[in-house]
Each structure stands twice: as C-alpha cells, then as structure tokens.
C-alpha cells in the first residue's frame, strides 16, 4: 500500500494547506483580470482534474517545487467544476486544452504552455 501512496499521495496530503498562494479561477470573467495583471507581472494557469490520479501527483510535484510566488502570479482551475472557463481560456490564449495542463500568460498572451510531465516549476524561471 505504501507503494500507492507514494505515487498517487493520500488523502491526508490531498488536505494539506499548498505553499503555492493559489487564486482560483472559477469564472471566465476572471479571465479579463488575468489579462490586465499579466502586463505588470507573468501569470501563470495550472489546469487541474481532480478525477485524474496523474493530474494530482503533477501538482504535488509543482507545488513542492514551486519557489516563485512573488515574481508570478499563480491561478489554480479545477475544470471539472469549470470546464466552461477551461474552454475560453483555449479561444482567448489559443491554446489546445489538455489536463493537466501549465499555461504562461504575458502581456496578455500564452508564451508557453506544457502538459503532464512536462510540467516543472523550475521551467518558469526563465520567464521571470
């Protein structure tokens, strides 16, 4: 059992407080604000499904590596619950959905969208 565990988590550690400062993303009109605040500082779109067990063991991962919360801004959305907001953020940024899914917004523009594990924290430096 210990195996699972430490692969998939527990649902003591799926209840733990992230270090990430997350804002959730729960409205398409959020995503007005998002482009306004993305010409001061980056933003960046962590796209969850909370059904998906390789969903949740990437943002583990993203959150423990996460070490950037003053120089971008970080949206959490759970597009099981917001799919609607899920879909518009695909036509507005032009990018192709997938779950999960890490998307860098600019100056009102995606510069860079990864999916599964391609998602590292340590990538978002360079935008920064």
Not at 71 to 81: A, C, G, R, V
Not at 86 to 114: C, M, R, W
Request: hydrophobic share 35%.
């Amino acid at each position: 059992m210990s195996l699972f565990k430490n692969i998939f988590g527990s649902q003591d550690e799926e209840n733990k407080v992230s270090k990430v400062d997350w804002r959730m993303l729960t409205n398409v009109d959020d995503l007005n604000e998002i482009v306004n605040e993305s010409a001061g500082k980056p933003i960046l779109i962590f796209k969850h499904s909370t059904r998906c067990s390789i969903s949740r063991m990437v943002l583990k991962q993203f959150e423990n590596e996460f070490d950037l919360q003053d120089k971008i801004t970080p949206y959490f959305l759970d597009l099981l619950n917001h799919r609607d907001v899920s879909n518009e953020i695909a036509t507005k940024f032009d990018v192709y959905h997938q779950s999960p899914q890490l998307i860098v917004i600019q100056d009102g523009k995606s510069i860079y969208d990864v999916s599964h594990d391609s998602i590292d924290a340590h990538s978002l430096k360079k935008f920064v």
